[in-house]
């Protein structure tokens, strides 16, 4: 009789040891018990999961997770935004349909429209923050959820704006301050973003981006600054010339602000030639996300607006 009672204790402990290993508790919503046996809750519990790419663990990748800003999982239809231009409207903030999933135990099953059929592991970390493992790849992705009306866009903004900056064709500089000494920026009307460099371009304004003409191009940073999340700066290494610094600001999803500490210059740029990046493999032109961590400078805003 003791042999049988003590057969059942360890199979009990057994049991909660698996299960313990398994799945977390959401505290936070009452309705999200156990992420196990309530995954369609738990994916639908927020409208919007950022994919924040830096938490991301193993060395595989998951094309339309590398892809995308955000995720949504609204019954049974995959949304994501793929684009930091644009985010917050497209598709009333929730992006594009990208594919259809179903959710398992523990697990859901995306068919995407590009990526094929992906089945993930569901772990609720904590209240807001979900982790998606592909067990075939060893690899896990974290989601932190937000509702629409509490997602702050200007942080996802300036958080990857080296995106947001790639993701038109060309700049074109549209306003320049009267105040500020004669530099020669002045002359540059046209900016290019690419992965790994930049070019630019004293062409005259309103040149069909088809035509212009890459005057200049060399290496860009752009920082952030250290006790200012809203800040970011931004150097141009020019091949055998100097170095421009300036100080970068977000106007909209199709304007940028770059001031010219140097010369107390103000530059208005324009976003050309917009590149949207629908679904991933092929149509996305190559674009996916990486860990980033831009070097940090320790200055203070010149600009005062």
């Not at 980033?292 to 320790?298: F, G, I, Y």
């Amino acid at each position: 009789m003791i042999m049988k009672a003590k057969l059942l204790f360890l199979l009990l402990l057994l049991g909660t040891l698996l299960t313990s290993c398994y799945h977390e508790v959401i505290i936070e919503d009452d309705f999200i018990e156990e992420s196990a046996f309530n995954t369609n809750q738990v994916l639908q519990s927020y409208d919007l999961w950022y994919v924040d790419i830096n938490a991301t663990r193993g060395t595989g990748e998951i094309p339309f997770l590398q892809l995308a800003f955000t995720l949504s999982f609204d019954n049974g239809i995959l949304h994501a935004n793929n684009n930091i231009v644009g985010i917050g409207k497209t598709g009333n903030g929730f992006g594009i349909d990208v594919g259809n999933y179903g959710t398992l135990r523990g697990a859901v099953e995306i068919d995407h429209d590009v990526d094929g059929l992906w089945v993930l592991e569901v772990f609720a970390i904590d209240g807001n923050t979900l982790e998606l493992y592909s067990p075939a790849l060893d690899t896990s992705y974290f989601l932190e959820g937000y509702q629409t009306n509490n997602f702050d866009y200007d942080f996802v903004f300036y958080d990857n704006i080296n995106y947001f900056i790639q993701e038109y064709d060309a700049w074109e500089k549209v306003y320049t301050s009267e105040a500020g000494a004669l530099n020669d920026f002045d002359d540059e009307n046209f900016l290019q973003f690419l992965p790994d460099f930049f070019r630019s371009s004293i062409d005259a304004s309103r040149t069909p981006i088809s035509n212009l003409q890459w005057d200049f191009e060399g290496d860009y940073q752009v920082y952030d600054v250290e006790n200012d999340e809203m800040l970011k700066t931004l150097t141009l290494a020019y091949d055998g010339m100097g170095n421009d610094y300036f100080e970068l600001y977000v106007i909209n999803d199709s304007t940028i602000e770059l001031y010219h500490p140097n010369s107390e210059t103000v530059y208005e740029f324009k976003g050309r030639g917009y590149r949207e990046y629908l679904k991933s493999g092929k149509n996305s032109g190559g674009k996916k996300r990486q860990k980033t961590l831009n070097p940090t400078m320790k200055v203070k805003r010149s600009r005062i607006k």
